[in-house]
């Protein structure tokens, strides 16, 4: 196993380390040694205390306050507080793909992104991941002597590690480059309960099929501890928010469980789910493009399918107790 120091950039929420910097880690070290990047205000002594256990060797801490929200200002502060380590696994979001290629630009760097795992093979990383909507499976060795790595949530399973770091903090000062673009205002937006629709293990999503009335789509997910998903046919109805869209354009995701209620599955929307681990649909139409990926099809409309699925779970539950 190679010994090279492996950067981790960590997301977290309130102060709280999210799972898939979790399972950043776990990945982080079969390829080295991890080290944790956190950009923001330094993490509270349990934060530090979890990234140890998962791995990290060192919490490197740099704070740029409200630049951060610019990707040239945070690409910045990530290459210095990771000058001296050859490879950075970030997790594959929208906004982390741009730092990583601004990221790429500044230290020469290879990239590879959407990846669902790395490993070291004569002293490169290489990736694997699939690819033109998830028709392809491909590996990729980046031959850069520096390396950057986004993974997609759900891809590696988070595992403490057998002999947890004594993580030490640092702070790293930089200086931030002049960028044309700035901040002109800040509008939090409340985030929703439950767990982020790319970082849930399990989605249930909701398509035409609906008519409009995701609450057996919200009950099945919560019953199941996922999020909801949407078809972009329902985002483009107004029947449910964008932010709930998988697709192509929307949210890539890759959970463990992926159940498909009244989608057809049009190549924009498999694009976004088919590297799911497990693929269920229900469908009133039997010939529907859905069922071609689908592990397991349940012919029939989901107003019928969906209550007996939820009343047989919540018996099963109760027997087991």
């Known amino acids: 196993m190679s010994t090279a120091t492996v950067a981790v950039l960590i997301e977290h929420r309130d102060g709280a380390v999210t799972h898939p910097s979790l399972e950043a880690l776990t990945l982080a070290r079969s390829l080295g040694t991890p080290v944790a990047v956190w950009l923001g205000d330094a993490p509270a002594a349990d934060a530090v205390a979890q990234l140890g256990e998962y791995g990290a060797s060192e919490v490197r801490v740099v704070d740029i306050g409200a630049e951060s929200r610019l990707p040239a200002k945070a690409a910045a502060a990530i290459a210095a507080a990771t000058q001296d380590v ?68 759900n891809t590696t399973q988070a595992t403490p590690a057998e002999k947890p770091a004594a993580a030490t903090v640092s702070r790293v000062e930089v200086t931030l480059p002049q960028t044309r673009e700035r901040i002109v205002s800040v509008e939090m937006v409340e985030q929703g309960e439950g767990v982020p629709l790319a970082e849930a293990p399990v989605v249930v999503s909701g398509g035409r099929g609906t008519n409009g009335d995701y609450t057996l789509v ?91 699925a939820i009343e047989t779970i919540k018996e099963h539950r109760a027997s087991s107790v």
């Open 86 to 153: 050859p490879v950075l696994v970030v997790i594959s979001t929208f906004v982390t793909k741009e730092i990583a290629t601004r990221l790429a630009v500044l230290n020469g760097a290879g990239v590879v992104v959407d990846a669902a795992g790395a490993s070291m093979v004569d002293g490169r990383v290489e990736t694997f991941q699939t690819v033109f909507a998830a028709t392809w499976n491909v590996r990729t060795r980046i031959d850069a002597d520096r390396a950057i790595v986004g993974v997609r949530p």
């Open 218 to 308: 919200a009950e099945f997910a919560e019953l199941l501890g996922g999020a909801v998903g949407a078809s972009r046919d329902a985002t483009d109805e107004g029947w449910i928010s964008h932010e709930h869209m998988v697709g192509q354009t929307g949210t890539t995701v890759t959970p463990a469980l992926y159940v498909a209620c009244g989608i057809s599955g049009a190549v924009h929307h498999r694009g976004g789910m088919q590297a799911s681990g497990t693929i269920v649909a229900i469908n009133m139409d039997p010939d529907a493009p859905i069922f071609e990926i689908s592990d397991f099809g349940v012919v029939g409309s989901m107003f019928d399918v969906i209550p007996q």
